[in-house]
């Protein structure tokens, strides 16, 4: 109900990220019959008509999308990263602009933090990561956060690991954490919202993924 009032309020923000912080100390499990009302809280829909539009020429699923989306901005538009990164998918300007390039349009600094145009530039980027490494999930997300060139190098130098031994070697602590957690909340949606084929069992390396 606190999160309700504030989001009525016009806080949303603020009523999700109150919210997300709560749920970490309480798990799903131990919610009761109302569990899946209190997961939609937590793992909004929100801005999903626009992660549609923008993932519909992609190769992966667009609730992979979705949950990147929710991890890299907490669904925040205008937020810039200490690093500079900017917007819902959070896009660094160099990467932006070359994206955009790719799309055969131009891009401001300005216009990342305009949902569509920014789920636009940023749904073709996990698109031109996911196709450069072999259509993996995991490995689109590790290119995502870190560049598919240490994603390609590190494949090269451990060869065909399993993907949950992939993730653990992961040397970047950041990324490793990120590719859990992205993929966590991607379990997550799926689950709640039916959405989608049958899940693999994350359970092995997922552990550290947190609401």
Do not use: C
């Amino acid at each position: 109900w606190l999160h309700e009032m504030r989001a009525a309020s016009g806080d949303w923000l603020f009523a999700h990220a109150a919210f997300r912080a709560w749920i970490r100390n309480h798990p799903v499990g131990s919610l009761g019959e109302g569990e899946r009302a209190v997961v939609r809280v937590a793992y909004p829909d929100r801005y999903w008509e626009e992660v549609q539009k923008a993932s519909v020429y992609d190769t992966f699923e667009p609730r992979l999308f979705h949950a990147l989306v929710r991890e890299e901005s907490n669904f925040n538009r205008q937020i810039v990263s200490f690093a500079g990164a900017r917007g819902l998918s959070q896009l660094m300007p160099t990467t932006a602009t070359q994206t955009a390039r790719w799309m055969g349009r131009s891009i401001t600094m300005t216009e990342l933090f305009e949902p569509q145009k920014n789920l636009d530039i940023g749904g073709r980027y996990l698109h031109q990561v996911h196709k450069e490494l072999s259509g993996s999930p995991y490995l689109a997300l590790a290119g995502y956060n870190a560049g598919p060139g240490r994603v390609r190098q590190w494949k090269g130098e451990w060869g065909n690991v399993p993907t949950d031994e992939y993730v653990e070697r992961i040397p970047f602590r950041e990324t490793r954490g990120y590719v859990k957690r992205v993929m966590g909340t991607w379990q997550t949606y799926r689950w709640y919202m039916d959405d989608g084929q049958p899940f693999p069992d994350l359970s092995k390396f997922n552990h550290q993924a947190m609401p």
